[in-house]
């Protein structure tokens, strides 16, 4: 799929018949095409939010949340796009996780909510969440701890820097997830006690490194905090944070 003239995605067939009459909207022997090349941001925010109504009224974009994230196109942003939309379009979003320890390598785990529309019930990590249109992926990161675990910025002091431990790409439901994962590392003090804030988690515990894995083998965490909890016990990057402990 192109947007503006840009590889940017990958359409579902749901959603090329939701959009098939959008004035914005042709087919070429190139590719599904929205909007031609050449247009102005301006306009082209525009039309994406009509494509994303018009998606959203064929019920291809469900969980509406009124919330803009940005679009890439050949490693550009070009705009910005109702979130529900970016699966049906298989555009590329950005999750950010924390992967939050004790002060003696255990781990802090969320459980997600009954009503979440992904994965309800679910255990996570104990932050993680997408990057909007508005805040870089460190305001992201800030952002989602207060939200989902109430931790405010001091709480966040002996981390390690965001990193990308891959580029997720699978079929799902509601289209094709195509998402830069990124991770921080963050030590946990002990007077500072985690509580969710915005509804989305039912629980908040500590566990074992050893019942983290066995939580996986059971596939009682979700896919994404599996890899990026793996990928903290494995490479262990919360040892280097043991020297800057008070």
Same mark, same amino acid.
């Given at each position: 799929? +192109?947007?503006?003239?840009?590889?940017?995605?990958? =359409? %579902?067939?749901?959603?090329?018949?939701?959009?098939?009459?959008?004035?914005?909207?042709?087919?070429?022997?190139?590719?599904?095409?929205?909007?031609?090349?050449?247009?102005?941001?301006?306009?082209?925010?525009? =039309?994406?939010?009509?494509?994303?109504?018009? *998606?959203?009224?064929?019920?291809?974009?469900?969980?509406?949340?009124?919330?803009?994230?940005?679009?890439?196109?050949?490693?550009?942003?070009?705009?910005?796009? /109702?979130?529900?939309?970016?699966?049906?379009?298989? *555009?590329? #979003?950005?999750?950010?996780?924390?992967?939050?320890? #004790?002060?003696?390598?255990?781990?802090? *785990?969320?459980?997600?909510?009954? %009503?979440?529309? %992904?994965?309800?019930?679910?255990?996570?990590?104990?932050?993680?969440?997408?990057?909007?249109?508005?805040?870089?992926?460190?305001?992201?990161? +800030?952002?989602?701890?207060?939200?989902?675990?109430? +931790?405010?910025?001091?709480?966040?002091?002996?981390? %390690?820097?965001?990193?990308?431990?891959?580029?997720?790409?699978?079929? *799902?439901?509601?289209?094709?997830?195509?998402?830069?994962?990124?991770?921080?590392?963050?030590? =946990?003090?002990?007077?500072?006690?985690?509580?969710?804030?915005?509804? /989305?988690?039912?629980?908040?515990?500590?566990?074992?490194?050893?019942?983290?894995?066995?939580?996986? #083998?059971?596939?009682?965490?979700?896919?994404?905090?599996?890899?990026? +909890?793996?990928?903290?016990?494995?490479?262990?990057?919360?040892?280097?944070?043991?020297?800057?402990?008070?």
């Amino acid at each position: 799929m +192109l947007i503006a003239g840009k590889s940017a995605g990958f =359409i %579902t067939a749901q959603a090329q018949n939701a959009l098939r009459n959008h004035p914005q909207v042709y087919q070429t022997s190139t590719g599904f095409h929205i909007a031609s090349a050449g247009i102005s941001r301006t306009e082209l925010d525009s =039309i994406l939010a009509s494509i994303a109504t018009c *998606l959203h009224q064929a019920n291809c974009a469900r969980a509406w949340r009124n919330e803009l994230l940005n679009v890439y196109a050949e490693g550009q942003v070009i705009g910005v796009m /109702e979130r529900a939309a970016m699966r049906p379009l298989g *555009l590329l #979003t950005r999750a950010v996780h924390l992967n939050a320890w #004790t002060p003696d390598l255990k781990l802090y *785990l969320a459980k997600r909510a009954s %009503t979440k529309a %992904t994965d309800p019930g679910m255990w996570d990590t104990l932050v993680g969440g997408l990057a909007n249109g508005i805040e870089d992926l460190e305001q992201a990161l +800030l952002r989602e701890s207060d939200e989902e675990a109430g +931790l405010d910025e001091p709480d966040l002091q002996i981390r %390690t820097p965001l990193r990308t431990i891959l580029q997720m790409h699978r079929r *799902l439901p509601e289209g094709y997830q195509v998402e830069d994962i990124m991770v921080s590392d963050c030590i =946990i003090l002990p007077q500072t006690q985690p509580a969710n804030r915005d509804g /989305e988690v039912s629980e908040i515990r500590i566990f074992e490194q050893e019942e983290v894995l066995d939580m996986i #083998t059971r596939r009682v965490i979700t896919v994404e905090a599996a890899i990026v +909890l793996l990928d903290g016990l494995i490479n262990q990057p919360a040892r280097q944070l043991l020297h800057q402990l008070p």
